[in-house]
Each structure stands twice: as structure tokens, then as C-alpha cells.
């Protein structure tokens, strides 16, 4: 939200030796959760990571989620009788804290300032904020909106679901969902695997943004079949694109970024309409950051953010991109449905570990290179000893713009020109496959 680095001083008349008591230093340093309020808005989230540099100095980063984006902020701040801190952000706006500290309760609470970015022409907006350091012992998970900021329909006539569906496949964005975390498995880089069981983690979705329709009428909720159609648990293998690295005895915190648009699939038989449990996916797309709450991008073949009728070759969502950046400005994983493997991330098969149960590794090279344009091989299978495709896009960044996905069927790629991804350099290709997708949602 913000590009400044103003940082506010407290200024006043000397008024006997008591305006100049010591104040104590504390340590910011550590994992700080809570929300900010301005008038007439719903809460926003905040993640931030504090350290105390030199006291009474101290930085930093905030990611700030709303309901209608995501934004990330750097931020820099002094403890003097009350915390002062300024946070200029990635979209060109900016805040200003002031608030108080209880360092008993390791809460820092006060007023807030948001100054919206410049080309919006829109005066600051004050509101209120409160944030709770966690403790050292104590790990924390968190479900955060995927894509907020969409478009409805980019072409008139468009699917509605105030009239009987058509017949045909479709991809829902549901306003509400619910899933329940049953454990957590982590590998280490040696292969070995250590596993958490988790009780009563049910994370919850409700869309408030009013710029998505409602649910297709006659649908109600479902419980997804596990592999192989059995059960009601869905096991999700993924890949943290940073080293996470956990001392004997340590704690563990993970923001999970839930992505609600087009993830609830359905077919309509004349006009009465049952939910698509055979395709192999998930209800929501979870995908662990590190770095924090991240951002997701969201390409459609329909040009449409809204429950959209399926076409292609795989009913599946076919040639859309879906792209989770967990520490902006690279992108750290992509899903594009593909019949086989559908997902990069941006490693490289030969430096990622492999799970020992079934040869699984990460890879892809996915990176994002100098001129803006996202490039990604898939392989065949997760062994990664041998490639179908390789695909690039040009990014976008305004909601509703347009851009070409191009693809080309390769058994083997090109490894990157320098590092382990494509962001060095995306690989010249020959498409035999393009297609236009118009970003949707971010």
C-alpha cells in the first residue's frame, strides 16, 4: 500500500524532568499478527515480521490483506513514549502507525493513516490497529483470500447463474467453503519425513467482495472423494520455495493462501445440475509460503471470474494459469491444468529433494525474466526424467487485460542460462499451442 519512508517525531514543550522519562527497549523482533479498521470497510488483515536494529530503531516487513488486495509493505519505525512506524508498500501507497505499546501483553495498539496510492486521487484514510506479537513456542496457521480484485465478464452474454444453467462442465467460484487440516507432513532435505497431526484446524472462506456472483443455483456443499475415490481426505504435495528451517523443539507458522476462483467443478444434464467429484483436484488450492501471505494471479480462457462454462480438450479449467507469488516480484509456483503434471515451481529438479515414497521432487524453473515474460517446462511425470512442454506467457497487471499463453511440446528443455530458473532468461521456443487468457482476478 504505500511508497514513502516519512517517518513521524514526537515533538513537545519541556515540561519539568518527567516529559523526558527513559523509555525501556523492547526487542520487536518476531512474528507480529492483528488488523487495522477504517470507517465503513471490513477489518484488514496484518502479517508483519519486526526486528529491532540499533534501539530505538526498528524494520521490517507487513503484508496487508483486503478484501479487495493484497499488498506488501517495507517498514521502518522508532519506539519512543509511543511507536511510530511508516510503511511504504508495493501498489504505491503508503501508512502511518502511532500507537502504544504493552510490553507485558506484547501488544502494540493506536491509530493508523492509509494514504491510497497517488492515481487513485483519494484523500488518506484514518482508522485504528492492533497487533499481538507471537510467542516464540506458539505455531500459528492461517487461511488468507487468494485472488480478491476481479472482473465479472470481459464479453456481453456472458454465463449467469439468475437462469437455468446450460448443459456442459462447469468451473464454480463458491462464495463460501470450509476445509479441515488433518495433518502436515514435512521432508527434510536428507529425505526423512516428520509428520504433525492437527485437531480441530477448520479454516474458513467467505467471499464479501460483491464484485463476484453468486453460486450456481440447486448447489449445495460436497465433500470432495480422496484418491482413487475413497475417503474424504485429500493428500496436497507441495514445495516451499525457501528453505524452512526448524530447530529441535521449535515451532513451525504457515500462512496458507486460499484461491476461490473457478475451484469447485460441476456438470448440468438438462438443466439439473450434481457436483464433479472424478477430476483429481482439490476444492481450494492451498499452497505454504514462507515468506508470508504472497499474492495469486488468475488467467482465464473464459475471461471471466465468475462460474464459467468449461471448454476444452480436458474440461478442466483448460488453459488457464493460476500464479502464487509467496515474496513478489518473482512468481514461486503455477498450475496450469495439463492432462498429466500441471504444476512449477521455481527450483530446479536437481537441487530439490526427493520424497523417498514415491520419487516426487519440484522443479519446472518457473521465473519470471528481465523483459516481464513467465516461463515453465512440465514434465511427464515428477521424476523429472523427461518433459512434455514449454510454455511462456507475458504477464499483465491490470485486471482484464489480455495476454498470450504459448506452449510447446518438448520431451526434453533447456536448463536456465545462469541460477535454477527461467528468470535468467526465458528459452527460445517454436509454439505448436497458443492461447488468450485475460487476467481475472489478482
Known amino acids: 500500500m504505500m511508497r514513502a519512508s516519512v517517518v513521524a517525531v514526537l515533538a513537545g514543550s519541556v515540561v519539568g524532568l518527567a516529559a523526558h522519562a527513559a523509555v525501556v527497549p523492547y526487542d520487536f523482533t518476531g512474528h507480529w499478527t492483528g488488523t487495522a479498521r477504517t470507517p465503513r470497510k471490513p477489518a484488514a488483515m496484518l502479517s508483519a ?217 460441476a456438470n448440468v444434464t438438462g438443466g439439473g445440475a450434481s457436483f464433479d467429484t472424478s477430476l483429481p483436484l482439490p476444492a481450494v488450492q492451498l499452497v505454504p509460503s514462507v515468506s508470508g501471505a504472497g499474492r495469486v494471479e488468475f488467467y482465464s480462457p473464459t475471461g471471466t471470474a465468475l462460474d464459467a462454462l468449461m471448454p476444452g480438450p480436458t474440461d478442466d479449467e483448460s488453459g488457464s494459469v493460476r500464479v502464487f507469488y509467496a515474496n513478489p516480484p518473482q512468481p514461486s509456483y503455477v498450475f496450469s491444468p495439463v492432462p498429466g503434471p500441471s504444476q512449477a515451481w521455481n527450483v530446479s529438479p536437481g537441487t530439490s529433494p526427493v520424497d523417498p515414497s514415491g520419487g516426487f521432487r519440484a522443479g519446472g524453473y518457473l521465473g519470471l525474466d528481465a523483459n516481464g515474460v513467465l516461463c515453465w517446462a512440465l514434465p511427464t511425470d515428477y521424476t523429472y526424467a523427461q518433459y512434455s512442454e514449454l510454455c511462456e506467457m507475458p504477464i499483465v497487471t491490470t485486471v482484464g487485460a489480455s495476454t498470450t499463453l504459448s506452449c510447446q511440446h518438448l520431451t526434453s528443455v533447456p536448463p536456465p542460462v545462469s541460477g535454477d530458473t527461467y528468470a535468467s532468461g526465458c528459452p527460445p521456443i517454436t509454439p505448436d499451442e497458443q492461447r488468450t487468457l485475460t487476467l481475472v482476478a489478482r
Open 49 to 265: 515480521d519486526l526486528t529491532s536494529t540499533t534501539p530505538p530503531e526498528l524494520t521490517g516487513t507487513l503484508t496487508v490483506v483486503t478484501t479487495e488486495e493484497t499488498i506488501h509493505c517495507t517498514v521502518s519505525g522508532r519506539q519512543r513514549r509511543r511507536v511510530v512506524m511508516a510503511a511504504p508498500c508495493d501498489n504505491t501507497g503508503y501508512i502511518r502507525f502511532k500507537g502504544k505499546l504493552d510490553a507485558a501483553k506484547a501488544t502494540l495498539s493506536g491509530k493508523m493513516v492509509w494514504t491510497p496510492p497517488p492515481h487513485m486521487h483519494k484523500h488518506p484514510k484514518h482508522g485504528v490497529f492492533t497487533l499481538a506479537k507471537q510467542s516464540a513456542g506458539a505455531s500459528h496457521a492461517r487461511i488468507l483470500h487468494g485472488p480478491s480484485e476481479v472482473v465479472a465478464a470481459t464479453s456481453a452474454g456472458g454465463p449467469s447463474p439468475a437462469v437455468v444453467p446450460a448443459d456442459g462442465h462447469w468451473a464454480l467460484s463458491p462464495e463460501q467453503s470450509r476445509v479441515t487440516l488433518t495433518s502436515l507432513a514435512f521432508q527434510g532435505a536428507d529425505g526423512n519425513v516428520a509428520t504433525a497431526d492437527l485437531t480441530g484446524c477448520v479454516p474458513t472462506y467467505v467471499r464479501d467482495s460483491a464484485a463476484l456472483s453468486p453460486i450456481l443455483a440447486q448447489f449445495a456443499s460436497f465433500v470432495v472423494p480422496g484418491p482413487g475415490g475413497q475417503g474424504d481426505v485429500l493428500t496436497a504435495q507441495t514445495f516451499f520455495t525457501s528453505p524452512l528451517v526448524v530447530a529441535a523443539g521449535g515451532s513451525v507458522s504457515l500462512d496458507i493462501v486460499e484461491d476461490m476462483i473457478h475451484t469447485v467443478f
